[in-house]
């Protein structure tokens, strides 16, 4: 597996992998804006054919970030991908001067919630109504360096 910062090219191989895996999906349009925001670290990861197989996008903001978006094709998960693009998102973040890191995940999403636990990633707090399609509550999580990552 390789991961890299995503560039322009790959919005056509990132943007159905947000379209299965999302219900209120960014656009291809929304992936180009972001590339072009100084403050957005967009990652993919490719398999070891160079298939893009997942992305993440870290929005980065003095000591914090902010991961918003983290995706695997669901025929590649539960092979590390996801834990590796958050990894990858916490490094860049640090290079970066983030200490600390926060993220918002459907409660109903079991699997999103115990990678992000695994990786040292508390709740924090909750949003409420915070997803659309259908409405949901949002678990706010809060990674901080602990000197044990």
């Known amino acids: ?22 219900t209120d999906p960014w656009t ?13 670290h967009l990652l993919v990861i490719e398999d070891d054919l160079g298939q893009i197989v997942g992305y993440g996008c870290l929005y980065q903001a003095v000591d914090e970030g902010e991961i918003v978006n983290v995706a695997v094709r669901p ?19 640090k290079k970066l001067g983030a200490d600390y890191f926060f993220l918002e995940v459907r409660e109903s999403n ?12 508390t709740e924090c707090g909750r949003r409420k109504g ?7 509550d949002a678990i706010m999580m809060m990674w901080q360096e602990t000197g044990s990552q």
Not at 29 to 39: A, I, T, V
Not at 75 to 93: K, P, S
């Open 75 to 93: 025929d590649c998960r539960l092979r590390g991908y996801g834990a590796v693009i958050v990894r990858a998102l916490i490094g860049e973040g």
């Open 110 to 121: 079991v699997s999103g919630r115990a990678l992000y636990t695994s990786l040292g990633f």
């Open 1 to 22: 597996m390789r991961i890299r910062p995503m560039v322009s090219e790959d919005v056509t191989s990132v943007v159905p992998i947000e379209n299965v895996c999302f």
């Open 28 to 40: 291809d349009q929304g992936f180009r804006d972001s590339l072009e925001e100084p403050s957005a």
């Open 130 to 136: 915070f997803y659309t399609k259908p409405k949901e």
